[in-house]
């Protein structure tokens, strides 16, 4: 069975810092791997993805990723945090057969603070 | 351009009582998703549609809980028989691809299901 594990359920960055949220996981199969950011009260917002090429993905707001097959990871990173990037972010991941039914992890809060 | 819209966004229900969750999806979107956010469970999956077939209801919890699409767009999530469980936030989200593993979900705002 497929899963995702983000294993810091809080990150608190300062502004101006870089900052790293963790994800890794577990499938049967190539992997296809998310990020969602979820603010206050509203659904979730795609920030990218990777399916296959360059293992470094560049997504929304500055954001990117890194795909390591070899560790079965795929953390989201930005150079530099902004007070605005503070939200609740999930990784997921779903395979070729899963018709895109995406698995996600528990989330991570992320705080920026100035 | 519309994204993918819900409705109502907020339902207070008595334990019990039925209800059902409407989901407008992305206009050419072929594939419909419903996921349910809770504390206790996360982010789960529920059912997924290609058109109007659901060819995965492996994550609906009973058989109190089922979906349907029409005309290939608007869905319906109808849960029978309310229980205090069943209280979460459920989400929307719809995709290009019919079952594509590349397409990204567009999420709608939710409905926040309170069981009382």
């Known amino acids: 069975a497929q899963s995702v594990a983000q294993p810091e359920d809080q990150v608190n960055v300062a502004e101006g810092n870089p900052l790293t949220v963790k994800c890794t996981y577990s499938?049967?199969?190539?992997?296809?791997l998310f990020w969602y950011v979820q603010y206050p009260n509203r659904g979730l917002q795609f920030l990218l993805k990777?399916?296959?090429?360059?293992?470094l993905v560049k997504g929304s707001y500055g954001f990117e990723a890194e795909f390591n097959k070899s560790q079965t990871s795929f953390h989201l990173k930005k150079p530099s945090a902004l007070v605005s990037d503070s939200a609740l972010y999930f990784c997921?991941?779903?395979?070729?057969?899963?018709?895109?039914?995406?698995?996600f992890g528990q989330g991570t809060e992320l705080s920026v603070k100035p | 351009g519309a994204g993918v819209s819900q409705s109502p966004s907020n339902k207070v229900t008595e334990k019990g009582k039925d209800v059902e969750l409407r989901c407008d999806p992305i206009?050419?979107?072929?594939?419909l998703y419903w996921y349910r956010q809770s504390l206790g469970q996360g982010l789960e999956f529920l059912i997924y549609?290609?058109?109007?077939?659901?060819?995965?209801k492996s994550g609906l919890p009973s058989d109190r809980f089922s979906a349907e699409r029409t005309g290939g767009s608007v869905s319906t999530l109808t849960i029978q028989r309310t229980q205090q469980e069943d209280s979460a936030v459920y989400l929307c989200?719809?995709?290009?691809?019919?079952?594509?593993?590349?397409?990204?979900?567009?999420f709608g705002p939710g409905t926040r299901l309170t069981v009382t």
């Open positions: 206009s050419g979107h072929t594939a």
């Open positions: 549609f290609q058109g109007n077939s659901a060819p995965d």
């Open positions: 989200a719809s995709s290009l691809g019919a079952g594509g593993v590349s397409y990204e979900q567009y």
């Open positions: 990777y399916i296959t090429g360059d293992n």
């Open positions: 499938v049967s199969g190539n992997p296809y």
């Open positions: 997921a991941v779903t395979i070729y057969n899963q018709g895109g039914k995406l698995i």
